[in-house]
Each structure stands twice: as structure tokens, then as C-alpha cells.
């Protein structure tokens, strides 16, 4: 229902920054629950952080708790992710997911509790 694009990935050093960025198309995105999760090299893919549909509940893995930052701009259609501090743990690929539209205004944390997903952007972090 929900097409998601991820955009902002690349290489940079450790200590930097990086911004992630996930468009989305659908009348629904309103009321979609977000969230962001990464795989890295020959690991199965994690959850990172989530916020829910109107933006005032937020969630982070303890990995990256205190660094990172996600947020969305509903009249934009749009939902980020910002890195800061980064360290080479932090390479993957990055994916951007959307809930099912609902009025039950609530972070998910699981990829099961997603139904759509970006095909993910690169992120490098090189020591």
C-alpha cells in the first residue's frame, strides 16, 4: 500500500554524520507507523529505531540509543534518519519499513508488525 524510498547512505569516517531519509507515496502514510532497520555484513537485519504515526513516541535499539535520531515530517511524506558519532558497527544497509495504516498510534519495534519496506540504502563507516 505504502511505497517507501531511502536516500542519504554513503562512506564516511567514524565520529561523522550521516542523514537518511525514507519518501513515501500513499494517502495512508498519515497514519503509518515508521520504523528503521539495518543488516550488516553477514547479519540478519535489526531493528534500529521507530516512531509512530503522529510522531510523539519514539524508540531506539540500545546499539544506537544516544546517537541517533528519527523523526518524520508528515507533510512531506517523509521520515529520517539521522546518525551522529558513527562507528564501524553501524555499516549496513539501512531500511526504511511502514506499518498498516491504524488509529492505534504506536511504535513497532519487530519487522512481522511491518508491511512495507524500502529496497535500502548503503551505509560505510570506515575506521
Known amino acids: 500500500q505504502v511505497q517507501l524510498v531511502e536516500s542519504g547512505g554513503g562512506l564516511v569516517q567514524a565520529g561523522g554524520s550521516l542523514r537518511l531519509s525514507c519518501a513515501a507515496s500513499?494517502?495512508?502514510?498519515?497514519?503509518?507507523?515508521m520504523g528503521w532497520f539495518r543488516q550488516g555484513p553477514g547479519k540478519e537485519r535489526e531493528f534500529v529505531a521507530a516512531?509512530?504515526?503522529?510522531?510523539?513516541?519514539?524508540y531506539y535499539a540500545d546499539s544506537v540509543k544516544g546517537r541517533f535520531t528519527i523523526s518524520r515530517d508528515n507533510a512531506k511524506n517523509t521520515v529520517y534518519l539521522q546518525m551522529n558519532s558513527l562507528i564501524p558497527e553501524d555499516t549496513a544497509v539501512y531500511y526504511c519499513?511502514?506499518?498498516?495504516?491504524?488509529?492505534?498510534?504506536?511504535?513497532?519495534?519487530?519487522?512481522?508488525?511491518?508491511?512495507?519496506w524500502g529496497q535500502g540504502t548503503q551505509v560505510t563507516v570506515s575506521s
Open positions: 516512531i509512530n504515526w503522529s510522531g510523539g513516541r519514539l
Open positions: 500513499g494517502r495512508t502514510f498519515g497514519r503509518t507507523a
Open positions: 519499513a511502514a506499518d498498516r495504516p491504524s488509529f492505534r498510534d504506536i511504535v513497532r519495534v519487530t519487522e512481522s508488525e511491518y508491511d512495507s
